[in-house]
C-alpha cells in the first residue's frame, strides 16, 4: 500500500483511519508482539489492575481493536459481570468476537461503535478502558467526555497509550525505532502506510503531564499517571 497515511486535521481523519484498520486487521496481533517485544500483554494486564474491576461489573473496552484487553476485562467481571469491547472495524471485531468464543468468556460482548458519538445510556460502566487507541480519535476531548458520560459515578476511566520519551538515550532509540524501523516492518507486513501512520500519530498525541490535564479538565477526578517501559508507555486513569 502505498497510500499517504491519515493526518488528524484533515477532513477526511476518522474514514481514513478506519479503513487503515480494518486493511491491518489479519497482520495487527502479529505486529503488536513484534513492535514490543511481547510486552504489550503485559501492559494491558496493568491496565486491567488499574480498572479495579470486581465480579458481576460492567465495563466498557473502546477502540477495542482484537479483542485482548476486552477479554482481560471480562475474565475479572467473571460470568456474572458484561464487557463490552467497541471498536469502528469490523474485521477487527470479527477477530475479537472469535476469540472470546473460543475462550469461552459469553460475558464479552462486541458492538461497532463511533467513540465520539457512543450508543450507550449515561452511566453505564462502572469502567472504561482504551488502548492504544486515544491517539487515534478525531476529538480527544469530545472522546474523553464521552467516556466520561457512560461513567456511573465513581467509575474509573482508563487510558493505555504510547507517550515519548524524554531521556537519553531511550529518546534516541525511540526515534530511531518508531520512525525508521517499525515503518519498515510495516512494509513486510504489506501495509507501510499504516505503519507509517504509528509515528506520526504518537508524535501528535500530547504527552503524560498534558493528557492528565485533558482528564482533570474534562471532569476526571483523582487524575494519575504511570510511565511503563522507560517512558515510553503511560498508563492514565480517573474517576468519575
Not at 487503515?20 to 503488536?32: E, Q, T
Not at 468476537?97 to 464479552?108: C, E, I, S, T
Not at 531521556?167 to 507486513?189: E, N, S, Y
Amino acid at each position: 500500500m502505498n497510500q499517504a497515511p491519515p493526518r488528524r486535521g484533515d477532513q477526511e481523519f476518522a474514514g481514513e483511519v478506519n479503513s487503515m484498520f480494518d486493511r491491518i486487521s489479519g497482520v495487527y496481533d502479529r505486529m503488536n508482539r513484534v513492535m514490543t517485544a511481547g510486552l504489550d500483554q503485559s501492559w494491558r494486564a496493568r491496565a486491567t489492575e488499574r480498572a479495579r474491576l470486581e465480579p458481576g461489573m460492567k465495563a466498557l473496552d473502546l477502540c477495542c481493536g482484537t479483542g485482548d484487553l476486552a477479554l482481560m476485562l471480562a475474565e475479572r467481571v467473571g460470568p456474572e459481570g458484561e464487557v463490552i469491547g467497541a471498536d469502528f472495524s469490523r474485521p477487527m471485531l470479527d477477530i475479537a468476537l472469535q476469540k472470546a468464543k473460543d475462550a469461552g468468556l459469553r460475558q464479552a460482548q462486541f458492538k461497532w461503535a463511533d467513540a465520539l458519538d457512543l450508543p450507550f445510556e449515561d452511566e453505564s460502566f462502572d469502567a472504561v478502558t482504551i488502548a492504544f487507541g486515544a491517539r487515534n480519535l478525531a476529538d480527544l476531548d469530545k472522546g474523553i467526555s464521552e467516556m466520561r458520560r457512560v461513567l456511573v459515578p465513581g467509575g474509573r476511566l482508563v487510558i493505555l497509550e504510547i507517550t515519548q520519551p524524554r531521556r537519553q538515550p531511550l529518546a534516541g532509540f525511540f526515534g530511531l525505532w518508531f520512525d525508521r524501523i517499525v515503518p519498515m516492518l510495516g512494509k513486510v507486513a504489506g501495509d507501510s502506510s499504516a505503519y507509517a501512520y504509528l509515528p506520526e500519530s504518537v508524535r501528535s498525541f500530547p504527552d503524560a503531564e498534558t493528557l492528565a490535564g485533558k482528564l482533570d479538565a474534562g471532569g476526571l477526578d483523582h487524575v494519575r499517571w504511570t510511565l511503563m517501559a522507560g517512558g515510553i508507555i503511560a498508563l492514565h486513569s480517573g474517576i468519575r
